[in-house]
């Protein structure tokens, strides 16, 4: 008997381009719309859901693909944001204001590099640690960062001030002035669209989560990627096949923080300041969230669990606050607070009834699902047997 091997092609079909046309037109159009008809905070909350994404698409790294439980990932983003707005500062002195447009681009890559080599220096006294254990040290380790950054080390952070420091500003990025100014039109009296800061950072934010999309699907197709996915179902297993456990370890925790730190410099200049407020703890298990409810290890489940964690509760509290949902501060206020009970019992109902997450991967599909895997089995073994008893046959024959 012929048994043939089904493998799923990365090509994409006419039906599956048509949606992603579909979902390209849905992105660029419907922020402008919502800055035409003057709903400004939803292009900003759309801004801050694009941020969550890349973050959640570079935990995944570390959670989904290597198997590595990171409650300190939040330190990424701060080490990102931090850096690169210090370096942006002595870009400004040494080069004069004139570079100010292209402080922003300038400082990517070095605040990437920051985050990477805080990802090692994670990495390396953790490589012995799993499970529970590997959990507690990174979320000491995120907590060690905030409060160096409270205290004002080396009197680099301004600390709980914040930077930039009084008397200074973070730059506007390049073209932003020249879109404000140009990018203006109406339609009707109900349309009035200009150009804004929020929605400059929506499609900067739009851009670099299609960057990490494309790099974490060639991740995932890679020598290294399979690396991980041997590593976390048996380090012992993968380490008796050649595979190097400690190299692929930091690969994994410095690819991660590379998307953390770019993530954290791009809200810097999103939001013109930056401070400790921003990376508690809650941001790590916010992120954390986004990864298991949506599915670890999916590009999709990334994006909708930012959506459900990230933007509905901004998305209510905004409408709120422009008198669209008829609910006074006090009731709004109550909504972001309860927000956190929400989460919980979301949490518990998922690992319940649907471990694998909302829109997993196929891969985690299968080894979150032990039924399917059994039938699978099954299946392989009636294969086998009916193989086994053809060769027989011809044997007697």
Known sequence: MDIRTKVSSRKATTKQKIIYALIAVFIVLVPVIFQGIGQLFLVRIMGVVGLYVMLALGLNIVVGFAGLLDLGYIAFYAMGAYVGVIVGDVMLKTFGASFGPWVYFASLPIAALAAAATGIALGTPVL???GDYLAIVTLGFGEIVRILITNDVFGLTNGPAGLPRSGQSIPEP???????EHAVFSIGDNFNFQFSNNLYWYFIAVLLCLLTIFVVRRLDDSRLGRSWTAMREDEVAAASVGINITTAKLWAFSLGAVWGGVAGLTFANFQQFVSPESFTFMESVFVVCIVVLGGMGSIPGAIIGAIAIQGIP?????????????????QASLVSNYRYLVFGLVMVIMMAVRPQGIWPSARRAMELHPDDEKIQNEESQSLWEAEHKTDTADHDL
């Open 314 to 330: 901004e998305l209510i509290r905004g409408l709120a606050q422009s008198g669209i949902l008829p609910l006074d501060p006090g």
């Open 174 to 180: 390049f073209g932003l002035l020249w879109l404000r």
């Open 128 to 130: 012995r640690l799993r």
